[in-house]
């Protein structure tokens, strides 16, 4: 950059300053975008599938949600038990979204501030789902299963803003919507695994 551009740059600043500060902070990312088209896809989800999905929290790296079918295998907490998320919920079906790479990742947690002997049953069922691996008697959070939303990779949230803006947003939020819905029927079916192990150990 020559000094003369510098200077045409440093006269705008100069005389627009509080406009361009505010809006270099509030300037959107593509992670941010991605967060915003993943409620939006949910939120359509659960809007056509009679509230069977319930979002839970979101921010730019994470979206955690909830299903009717899980609610049924793993209720609220009692009151005297606030879990690790101090909602008195026992899991979450955690969307990720730190990184280009991660972004579109699912995976389901549980938190292991739980009664002794729900946690005990927990630890069975989930050992079990993992294929005998085990954790630490001190674990606080156990992640399983492993997904990821077709569609989207490094290249697609890097130009999230061009495809968005050549496609439109209604668009977008549709792919993306329907490609989740794909997913949510594999983790169905990881569900099923759940639901049979769960009732075996119900039974012990």
Same mark, same amino acid.
């Given at each position: 950059?020559?000094?003369?551009?510098?200077?045409?740059?440093?006269?705008?600043?100069?005389?627009?300053?509080?406009?361009?500060?505010?809006?270099?902070? =509030?300037?959107?990312? =593509?992670?941010?975008?991605?967060?915003?088209?993943?409620?939006?896809?949910?939120?359509?989800?659960?809007?056509?599938?009679?509230?069977?999905?319930?979002?839970?929290?979101?921010?730019?790296?994470?979206?955690?949600?909830?299903?009717?079918?899980? =609610?049924?295998?793993?209720?609220?907490?009692?009151?005297?038990?606030?879990?690790?998320? =101090?909602?008195?919920?026992?899991?979450?079906?955690?969307?990720?979204?730190?990184?280009?790479?991660?972004?579109?990742?699912?995976?389901?947690?549980?938190?292991?501030?739980?009664?002794?002997?729900?946690?005990?049953?927990?630890?069975?069922?989930?050992?079990?789902?993992?294929?005998?691996?085990?954790?630490?008697?001190?674990?606080?959070?156990?992640?399983?299963?492993?997904?990821?939303?077709?569609?989207?990779?490094?290249?697609?949230?890097?130009?999230?803003?061009?495809?968005?803006?050549?496609?439109?947003?209604?668009?977008?939020?549709?792919?993306?919507?329907?490609?989740?819905?794909?997913?949510?029927?594999?983790?169905?079916?990881?569900?099923?695994?759940?639901?049979?192990?769960?009732?075996?150990?119900?039974?012990?």
């Amino acid at each position: 950059m020559d000094e003369k551009l510098r200077e045409i740059c440093r006269k705008i600043y100069a005389e627009h300053q509080d406009a361009l500060d505010l809006i270099f902070e =509030n300037r959107p990312d =593509n992670l941010s975008l991605m967060s915003e088209l993943y409620v939006e896809a949910l939120a359509e989800l659960a809007n056509e599938k009679n509230e069977e999905i319930k979002i839970i929290s979101t921010s730019k790296t994470m979206i955690r949600f909830q299903t009717k079918r899980l =609610n049924q295998l793993f209720p609220d907490l009692p009151e005297n038990f606030p879990g690790g998320w =101090n909602n008195h919920k026992p899991y979450g079906i955690e969307l990720y979204n730190k990184s280009e790479s991660i972004s579109g990742r699912i995976k389901i947690a549980f938190t292991g501030k739980i009664d002794p002997d729900g946690r005990q049953r927990l630890e069975r069922i989930l050992t079990e789902v993992d294929g005998g691996r085990k954790r630490k008697d001190t674990w606080e959070w156990w992640g399983t299963g492993n997904w990821k939303i077709a569609g989207i990779n490094n290249k697609f949230v890097e130009d999230i803003f061009i495809i968005v803006a050549e496609e439109g947003r209604e668009k977008i939020v549709s792919k993306i919507k329907n490609n989740l819905e794909k997913t949510l029927i594999q983790i169905d079916q990881f569900v099923d695994r759940i639901e049979g192990i769960a009732e075996n150990t119900r039974l012990k």
